[in-house]
């Protein structure tokens, strides 16, 4: 937790979660040490076997035998994860021309290609299940595939950029720290690597926000204003409570999901609560309080009427991040046929060379 | 007479106005990969211009850093080449203006290198290394744009017609510089008749040679760069950030 000063990194935002991620990439390692049963035998049948790994807490991997609805399940969940990294470049990526100091540039324009770089491992986990990187390309085009609705609101200020880092991100790690823990090995592996990175993001946007509410009085409102404006968007991040939750009881069983929407949304305010306090940034709920019988922080709900809107595609900025990305795939398209092209034209003199 | 500030000023504006350029692909280059790499190469670009500024700042010894350098002049004070500070236009266009500046920009940090100014010398030693992965990055687009398709051959071509006057700029006499540039012409024209050839493009024929930024004369399109860039920053003066 925060002291009153400055933290040591070591203590800064995502330091805890940070030792989960470590502590699943150490099962992981041990998991795959522990002899794992091996292959099933002959006459055995494949769908108990499946269930006896997962009962086990080991891996399932690309070569096993897994239920149809398991397989769509972390494809869709693993697809709409690496859609929302490429999405989420374009909030961030809109201050890169404009920040504020060559040190923040930097040290955006690096955050913003770590996404895609995200994008690209999660594609390729997508893809050990046996669906092509451009099918799930296209289906992201086409609106057929969702990705996370935060990032259909817009980044006004400089601020929004450390908002989007501490909350956003925050959010992000929350959720996704259950999931290095998944039951699918290769989404398992992609995750650690993506947590890593994002509790260094997150890190990044927290020291942003430090600077501009340590600062000027006007830098001092635009932090506020960001973080009135993205915290309760980052609370709906954790989707509907659970009884509406669709996808839930099955995730959970099949050891994809660990925690429900609601655990891992009180996870996450009562990580931000004593953060927003040593930024010394107001959480915009005057209902938040510390619950001494529950220990844990009673709050607002996000607006979840809202977040489904968003959802179905009437965000404020939903129509922009769809005709970004089809425009940029679309103006691409005779680049990437050149690539093909010279590519089959080196083949083929290397052909008849030979 | 080109004194060592106005030098490094020159070099570190060049970066600089080529990584804000090629921060501009970020979320629209032709493929995921293709992000990634210009984001890379816009990072090298821009840790060169941070260094290159934090000594001009200190050689020209009035207390301004690099965000002082990097925001608060006007267009008629910066040094940069006009080259980099064309639009980005098409991919063709950018691959153009990455391969003429990275086939320029590796054999003077180079040179740069082996000179007598020890800050410089350090600047050019890390920044040759990855100029040579820049040129090595165009250089494939070059062909694979120039011998791929029918339509990435016409855009390429283009390209290389458009950009080329703005290459001879690179090359304007500064004898009493740590490195002259008039001497890496004939370094750059190997290396650039080179890859256009495999690219099977043509060389244009040298006429019209715009210049001028050296001297503080840009294009129109350096103020609109500016504007955006430093709008922020200028918004708040003294705020730190």
């Avoid at chain 1, 019988?293 to 968003?310: F, H, I, K």
């Avoid at chain 2, 054999?107 to 050019?124: F, Q, V």
């Avoid at chain 2, 070059?142 to 080329?164: F, K, P």
């Avoid at chain 2, 002259?180 to 370094?187: F, G, I, K, M, S």
Wanted: charged share 25%.
């Amino acid at each position: 937790m925060y002291g009153n000063d400055f933290a040591p990194p070591e203590d800064a935002p995502g330091g805890g979660l940070l030792g989960e991620v470590e502590a699943a990439e150490a099962a992981l390692r041990e998991a795959a040490a522990r002899a794992r049963r091996g292959a099933p035998a002959p006459d055995e049948d494949v769908e108990a076997y499946f269930t006896d790994v997962i009962d086990a807490d080991q891996k399932i991997e690309p070569r096993d035998w897994m239920p149809e609805a398991y397989r769509k399940t972390l494809i869709r969940q693993i697809a709409q994860h690496a859609h929302s990294e490429i999405i989420g470049m374009q909030p961030e990526g809109n201050w890169i021309s404009r920040a504020p100091s060559l040190k923040r540039k930097a040290i955006l324009l690096a955050k913003v290609q770590d996404e895609a770089g995200h994008g690209l491992y999660l594609y390729a986990a997508a893809e050990t299940l046996g669906i092509s990187r451009d099918e799930l390309v296209d289906l992201l085009l086409d609106g057929r595939q969702k990705y996370s609705s935060i990032f259909n609101y817009p980044t006004l200020t400089w601020a929004d950029v450390g908002a989007i880092g501490w909350l956003v991100d925050g959010a992000a790690i929350v959720n996704q720290v259950p999931l290095c823990r998944c039951s699918y090995g290769p989404y398992a592996r992609a995750m650690i690597r993506v947590c890593k990175e994002e509790s260094f993001h997150q890190r990044q946007g927290y020291e942003i926000l430090h600077t501009l509410a340590h600062g000027t009085e006007a830098q001092k409102a635009m932090a506020q204003d960001a973080v009135d404006r993205w915290w309760y968007p980052s609370l709906a991040m954790f989707g509907p409570p659970d009884g509406d939750s669709t996808h839930s009881a099955q995730s959970m069983a099949w050891k994809i999901k660990r925690f429900s929407n609601d655990e891992l949304r009180q996870r996450f305010v009562d990580m931000c609560v004593g953060q927003a306090e040593v930024l010394g940034l107001r959480i915009p709920d005057p209902d938040l309080r510390w619950n001494e019988e529950r220990q844990a922080y009673d709050y607002t709900q996000p607006d979840y009427a809202e977040l489904m809107r968003v959802i179905k595609g009437n965000g404020p900025c939903n129509r922009e991040r769809m005709t970004h990305r089809q425009r940029a795939h679309a103006d691409g398209a005779w680049v990437r046929e050149a690539a093909a092209a010279y590519a089959a034209k080196r083949a083929e003199r290397k052909a008849v060379a030979a | 007479m080109t004194t060592v500030f106005d030098f490094t000023l020159g070099l570190g504006d060049d970066a600089l106005i080529a990584a804000q350029r090629l921060g501009e692909w970020t979320t629209r280059a032709p493929e995921m990969e293709e992000d990634i790499a210009l984001a890379n190469i816009a990072l090298d670009q821009l840790g060169a211009a941070r260094l290159l500024l934090t000594y001009a700042g200190e050689l020209e010894g009035a207390g301004r850093d690099e965000d002082a350098l990097a925001y608060l002049r006007d267009d008629r004070e910066f040094r940069n080449c006009l080259l980099v500070e064309l639009p980005n236009g098409d991919f063709a266009v950018t691959v153009a203006k990455l391969f003429f500046l990275a086939a320029w920009q590796l054999p003077l940090y180079t040179a740069l290198a082996g000179c007598a100014d020890e800050r410089l010398a350090a600047i050019g030693a890390k920044a040759r290394k990855e100029s040579a992965y820049h040129l090595d990055h165009a250089s494939l687009w070059m062909r694979r744009l120039g011998d791929g398709t029918d339509e990435s051959h016409r855009r390429a071509q283009d390209a290389v017609d458009q950009v080329w006057p703005y290459v001879h700029e690179l090359f304007v006499a500064a004898p009493a510089a740590p490195v002259d540039p008039a001497t890496l012409r004939a370094d750059v024209d190997a290396t650039v008749a080179a890859v256009l050839d495999e690219a099977t493009l043509t060389r244009p024929e040298t006429g019209w040679t715009p210049g001028g930024g050296r001297d503080g004369l840009h294009t129109e399109h350096l103020s609109y760069l500016l504007a955006e860039m430093q709008v922020l920053h200028r918004a708040h003066p003294g705020a730190t950030w």
